[in-house]
């Protein structure tokens, strides 16, 4: 019982460090100059500012169409856009 009651204690305490990471992620600002970002579900949103789906990605909503990569982001975060050369564009402006 007393093992039990330990792993359930361990895996409260990974549990709650796995959510403290997306709501710091979440607090970090990735903005660029030109660029809309936004984070959700530990994921870095990028869109060229003015970009029609901006209100989508806005509401946690995808556009139809998703280029993502994993761990290419900031802080290793999965990167996601509408474009592959706005995750070019983002990743290489300062």
Known sequence: ???LALALAASTLVLGACAT???E???MSF???GFYTHV???RLWVLKEGDKDIELVSKNKEPKVV????AAGP???TIKSNSAE???AYLSAK
């Open 75 to 77: 802080n290793n975060m």
């Open 86 to 88: 706005v995750i070019d």
């Open 40 to 42: 959700h579900d530990g």
């Open 1 to 3: 019982m007393r093992m």
């Open 67 to 70: 280029v993502t990569r994993i």
């Open 21 to 23: 990471g997306s709501a």
């Open 25 to 27: 992620h979440a607090k």
């Open 31 to 33: 903005h660029k100059k």
